[in-house]
């Protein structure tokens, strides 16, 4: 018998000789139909994998400054780690290493803009979106970073379907998110577009930041509000993304579809494609990320998030494999985790008897979760398994840097939890039950 943990998935830390993939970029950014200047600025590429879109506040001579300087600092901040952007080797700590980077790139890029701002040289108020994608190639597993502030939009094309991985800061989202309103209502408000956090408008700036890995065929598009106002419908934006032509094309045609229907603000377009390729690590590294992902948004717990949150729910997760016989938990013990089956089937014993099959796609433990009693049962591997173990501490970590997420996740808890109570109540009552009518049963024996 293996100890509790079985052999953990090092799939990122596994390299071999095979050549990273390959990615394809180009962006654009056009004036619009409507406008005199463009306050819009991208980056694409930067020589180190580096693609930012953000779209300036403040007006004439002001919006344009700020975001480019905001473009310039980031990338010359992000410079100073091109090194170990070079040599990224997939590793769970270069990924926070890097991630903590791009943040702090972020955080300076509205220091400096906001010192202008309050400058002599400067515009009182100027301030930019930004959303910055650094994309990190690895035969040990690509990945790709985001770090997010506004209302500009980082989506992610996926296996013929899109997702939004970013959050709108506009006091509409941050209403409907948070609870204050509904979405008819926040929508009628006449603040609704108004972005609650941008760079340079204050010296600090809180920034998102999100890691996913960058599987073969994956597309991310990096925009302004200029183009993805004219494409309210994420299947049209997805349909774009999927076609077999080059990126170059892609951007053209997107940007020149905001133009043909109104044009009205700056149009700011960046696609970053990861080329499919026939390598069978790639495509088994692939089908794993999917595969998890999957079994994840199926799952009760997860059915409301978005793809963003999910993310970072899955990211919060160890993944571990079993062998047939290993036990996973044992009846008795204190261990903590709520495990999901991604693959294979577990016998779940109490005192020594079977109580039922868990197979692929259901997930126990979660009262481990939120308490430290001993488990109630023991799990066993019934063939090889492979499991996402989510810890308390990685649980508890996850709610603390995201309240949004923790209510979703907290509400779905209280329900599974809910759920198991009645569950186990049922089967209290049916023994109950069984008691009473062997009673009636022996009673006339017992007068006798």
Do not use: W
């Amino acid at each position: 018998m293996k100890p509790l943990g079985g052999e953990r998935d090092n799939r990122r830390r596994e390299c071999d000789d095979r050549r990273t993939m390959d990615i394809q970029a180009f962006g654009r950014t056009d004036v619009g139909c409507k406008r005199s200047q463009n306050e819009d600025a991208i980056l694409c590429g930067a020589g180190f994998g580096l693609y930012a879109v953000c779209d300036g506040m403040g007006g004439h001579a002001a919006g344009d400054v700020a975001s480019t300087l905001a473009v310039e600092t980031i990338r010359e901040r992000m410079g100073e780690h091109s090194a170990t952007i070079a040599d990224f080797d997939g590793s769970q700590e270069q990924v926070d290493t890097l991630t903590r980077a791009l943040r702090g790139a972020v955080e300076a890029a509205s220091s400096t803009v906001y010192a202008l701002a309050t400058s002599d040289r400067g515009s009182h108020g100027m301030g930019t979106t930004c959303t910055v994608l650094l994309c990190l190639p690895s035969t040990c597993g690509s990945m790709a970073i985001m770090a997010h502030v506004g209302d500009s939009r980082l989506y992610m094309q996926r296996d013929g379907r899109m997702y939004q991985l970013s959050e709108d800061h506009t006091f509409r989202n941050d209403a409907i998110r948070h609870g204050m309103m509904g979405a008819e209502d926040a929508a009628k408000s006449p603040f609704a577009d108004r972005v609650t956090r941008a760079v340079g408008i204050q010296a600090a700036v809180r920034v998102d930041t999100l890691a996913v890995d960058f599987v073969p065929g994956d597309v991310f598009l990096l925009c302004s509000d200029g183009l993805y106002n004219y494409f309210g419908n994420l299947e049209e934006l997805r349909g774009r993304l999927s076609q077999a032509i080059g990126v170059a094309k892609i951007v053209e045609a997107l940007v020149d579809s905001a133009n043909d229907r109104g044009g009205r603000d700056n149009i700011s377009a960046l696609v970053v494609r990861g080329e499919d390729t026939a390598d069978t690590v790639a495509q088994t590294r692939k089908n794993a990320v999917c595969n998890d992902i999957s079994t994840l948004r199926h799952i009760t717990l997860f059915m409301d998030m978005s793809m963003g949150e999910l993310v970072r729910v899955f990211n919060a997760f160890d993944s571990i494999s079993f062998s047939a016989g290993d036990e996973v938990i044992r009846e008795g013990e204190f261990s903590d985790g709520l495990f999901v089956v991604v693959d294979g089937e577990l016998v779940v014993t109490r005192r020594e008897q079977a109580v039922t099959m868990v197979g692929a796609g259901e997930h126990f433990g979660e009262m481990a979760l939120l308490n430290s009693r001993p488990r109630s049962a023991t799990v066993t591997a019934k063939i090889d398994c492979r499991l996402l173990v989510l810890h308390r501490r990685a649980f508890s970590s996850l709610l603390q840097t995201d309240p949004a997420l923790a209510s979703k996740f907290l509400y779905k808890l209280a329900q599974v939890l809910s759920l198991r109570l009645d569950e186990n109540n049922l089967v209290l009552d049916r023994a109950d039950a069984r008691r009473t009518q062997e009673m009636a049963i022996l009673s006339p024996f017992r007068r006798r």
